[in-house]
């Protein structure tokens, strides 16, 4: 089994985890990114290639160099309130380049791809409560669409040659690593947990709930929160599922990576509180335009195809992971 892995985007949050799960699991990853939001410090592999997604030459030049077998795809733009504001800049970034990524595979013969899609394909779904791969994708924001378009791709050009890919449809990626080697630093930051540390912590006046009519419990958003090191084992299991077989035939198969157990936004907030043992203040206001009520996972099939659960996912494990990294370095 070729165990060379180009890992695109691997200087960001979730794939600076997933180059530390691969090496755990004897993988020898390759970073190759453009920096525009990963950080240098959170390069963990020997060799690292700075170059752009769109940059067929020098992905096919890097996969021929450091001999890969498999691609693991985590670069793109991923902020869906941005998305909305700047369209095309997220289909060049995120579907254009990726048009690049799977030609510069085709001139370097490499044919397994992980792919990181969401749960946001999913969009508002009314027929089902758990979330699985087989409804209809329909995205409601742009950002979404670009994970559905590549999506579509992958599908498109596993019939037509020999492409094997998984598109991992993660649902709420937070916490950090335990030992907090690494761990989410976006900027701007917008996601719920951060937001939520960053006012335990001092950084913010208050945190503020997005909407609290709606049909839910307590009126606020539910969501699938998955531990950033669950989502990291994840693609090592995807990796060995796609080099495990010797068909020369393509295949396309879009996996969950969620826990199937949803928190509202207030559980959130108030799970923080007490593993913080912070005070802080709690605003509530409109809705957030673009936010379906509840998104949680029917995890079935990651188990039934990858073997794989999540296994660090419970809510105080991630807020104390995340809190840990906040505070790395302090006494
Ligand atoms: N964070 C989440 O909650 C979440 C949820 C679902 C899906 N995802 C998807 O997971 C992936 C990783 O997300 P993340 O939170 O780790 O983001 P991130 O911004 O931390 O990481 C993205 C990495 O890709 C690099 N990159 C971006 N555009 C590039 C380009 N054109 N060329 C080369 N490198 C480029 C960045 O420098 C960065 O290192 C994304 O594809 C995102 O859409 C994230
Ligand atoms: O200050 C805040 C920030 C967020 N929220 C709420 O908290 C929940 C979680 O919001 P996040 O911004 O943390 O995450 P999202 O669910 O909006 O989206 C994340 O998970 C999705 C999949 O579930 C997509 O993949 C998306 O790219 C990724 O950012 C939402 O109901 C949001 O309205 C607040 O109430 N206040």
Redo the contacts with the bound molecule.
């Keep these: 089994m070729n165990k060379n892995v180009l890992v ?8 600076s985890h997933t180059v530390l799960a691969l090496q755990e699991a004897g993988f020898s990853p390759v970073v ?7 950080h240098r410090d959170a390069v963990f592999s020997e060799y690292v290639v700075e ?4 940059d067929r030459a020098r992905l096919a030049q890097a996969m021929r160099d450091h001999r890969i077998g498999s691609v693991v795809h ?5 902020e869906a309130g941005q998305s909305v504001i700047e369209p095309l800049l997220f289909y060049r ?1 995120n579907v254009a ?1 990726t048009v690049s990524l799977l030609e510069a595979m085709q001139d370097a013969g490499v044919t397994r791809l992980v792919f ?5 394909v999913y969009g508002n779904q009314t027929e089902a409560e758990l979330l699985h791969e087989d409804l209809p994708v329909q995205p409601i924001n742009p950002y979404g669409q670009t ?1 559905a378009a590549v999506e579509a791709m992958l599908r498109d050009t596993a019939a037509a040659s020999g492409l094997k890919s998984i598109a991992l449809r ?1 649902f ?2 937070s916490g950090a690593d335990a030992r907090a080697r690494t761990g989410e630093r ?1 900027d701007p930051e917008t ?1 719920l947990i951060p937001l939520v540390l960053q006012t335990a912590a001092g950084e913010r006046e208050q945190i503020t709930v997005f909407g609290t009519d709606y049909p839910t419990e307590d009126g606020s958003c539910i969501r699938d929160y998955i531990h950033v090191s669950d989502l990291a084992r994840g693609h090592v299991a995807a990796l060995e599922k796609l080099l495990a077989t010797n068909e020369d035939a393509g295949s396309f198969t879009p996996i969950n990576l969620g826990t199937g157990q949803g928190y509202s936004v207030r559980a959130v907030i108030e799970t923080a509180k007490r593993v913080t043992n912070r005070s802080f203040t709690v605003v509530e206001s409109d809705r957030r335009p673009g936010d379906p009520a509840t998104l949680v996972s029917d995890p079935s099939r990651a188990h039934a195809l990858l073997g794989w659960r999540a296994e660090h996912s419970a809510l105080d494990t991630i807020i104390t992971d995340a809190w840990n990294f906040m505070n790395r370095g302090m006494s």
């Excluded at 985590?74 to 991923?78: E, G, N, R, S, V």
């Design positions: 695109i985007g691997g200087a960001g949050y979730i794939g190759y990114d453009n920096f525009s939001s990963g170059g752009e997604l769109a985590f670069a793109a733009l991923i970034n380049s990181s899609s969401t749960a946001a994970k993660y709420n990626a976006h996601h």
